[in-house]
Structures are given as C-alpha cells and as structure tokens.
C-alpha cells in the first residue's frame, strides 16, 4: 500500500502587485500621519526631524534588503520565527513566537486599530473628543473585520490591501504637493534657522527614533508569507526594492 508523500502546502496567490500592496501599504499606515508632530516635538526644530526621518528610512531601506536576502535563502513563511528556528533553535524560536503572538504583535495592531477608529469616528463627533467607548467599539471591530477577512480568503485580502494602498498613497501625494505648493509661494520660514531649539538629549532622540521607525515599519512584513509568493526566489528582492 503506498503512502502520501505530498506534503501540505500553501496555495501561491500573491502576485507582484500584492506582494508591493503587503510592504507599501504595512509601511504607509497610521504612524506616518501620527508621528511626525511627536517627532518634531521631541527634537525641537525642523532640521533635526528631517535628520530622524533620513536615519530611519535608511535603518528601514537596510532592513529590507536584508529581508529580501533571507526570504531567497530561506523560502518559507514565518519571518523571524523560520530565521530564529534556523539560527538558534527551537526553544529560542518558541520564546520569540510566544512573546510575539501574546505581546508584540496584539499590541502593535490594537495601536494601530485605535488610530484609525480615532480618524474613523471624529467626524461624528466635530468640536468635541470622541467618547471612548467608541473609539475601542470601532478598533474592536476593525480587527474582528479583518481577521476574518484573512482567514476567509487570501485573494480578497490582498485585493483590500491594494485598495487601502493605492489610497494612502493618494493622500501622501496631495500632502506633498501641498507642501511644494507652499515651498513655491515662498513660506519658507521653516527652513531659516531650522536647527534651532534642537533637543540633543538622549531621551528625545531616542523618542524621535523609536516614533520614526515605527511609521517606517512594515518592511517585513512579505517574509511572513513567503510561501504564498508565486516564484519567491525571483520576485521577493524585486517587491522589497520596489516598494522601499
């Protein structure tokens, strides 16, 4: 009697457009409309913000490429955890996927959530502070959405996440051209003494850092379903360099 040796696999539906929609679209998320005013508040002057923000899309750029190394070396979903497993075994492997799945990654998500049930719900609420109450309501609620969306069907996630993509880039792109806009009609009494009033102090820049890596955050975020890739040793590199 012969046995089954086909192992369990994942089906391999994430095409280029969604594979750049799950990195460009994790990255421009809540923190990039959110942490520039903390940013420049905790250095104290323009110049030095704009510092922040270079330093941290370099950290970020650098993470990505590394990424895009490992997902070609090691072909398999899991980000961190497969790369832990690898390198230093299983125990270490668990301890990060158990702090992982109960701490880091609840945490971040309802951050996020409860940023954009804040957008989500002011409009109801002009001239007053939303209540509380529904605030958590929406962000509850936007992660039971999502999740079930996730687990239901992956072609329609990734659809959503290009959707949600295309239109966070529209809303950059009319923030920065507004602000050309305003370069242009000569309000440019930002950049005289722009380094003045800069807070050189360990803890603001550590502030500063932690707010500008966290806007810049997601970049990898495509390792963690390398084996839903269609052709992952080719494209992965590709999609991480096109979307930083």
Not at 31 to 37: E, H, K, L
Not at 39 to 46: I, K, W
């Amino acid at each position: 009697m012969g046995h089954d040796t086909h192992g369990l696999n994942l089906q391999r539906e994430v095409g280029i457009i969604g594979a750049i929609s799950f990195i460009g679209g994790t990255m421009i998320g809540s923190g990039i409309f959110i942490s520039p005013q903390y940013v420049l508040s905790t250095t104290g002057s323009p110049g030095a913000s704009f510092i922040i923000w270079s330093c941290c899309g370099l950290i970020a750029m650098l993470g990505g490429l590394c990424y895009a190394e490992l997902g070609t070396i090691i072909p398999e979903s899991g980000a961190e955890y497969i790369y832990i497993l690898w390198t230093a075994g299983k125990v270490v492997a668990f301890m990060f996927v158990f702090s992982f799945i109960m701490v880091m990654r609840p945490a971040s998500g309802t951050g996020i959530a409860l940023s954009f049930a804040e957008y989500a719900v002011a409009p109801f609420y002009s001239g007053c502070t939303p209540p509380q109450l529904a605030v958590k309501f929406v962000a509850a609620g936007s992660i039971l959405v999502l999740a079930i969306i996730n687990c239901l069907n992956v072609r329609l996630a990734t659809g959503i996440q290009v959707v949600t993509m295309a239109v966070k880039v529209v809303a950059l792109v009319v923030i920065i051209l507004g602000g050309i806009v305003m370069l242009f009609q000569g309000h440019t009494e930002n950049f005289e003494d722009s380094f003045e009033g800069t807070n050189v102090g360990v803890s603001s820049m550590g502030i500063a850092f932690y707010q500008g890596l966290w806007s810049y955050d997601g970049w990898n975020t495509l390792n963690y379903l390398t084996e839903e890739v269609k052709h992952p040793e080719v494209r992965i590199s590709i999609f991480t360099i096109r979307s930083l």
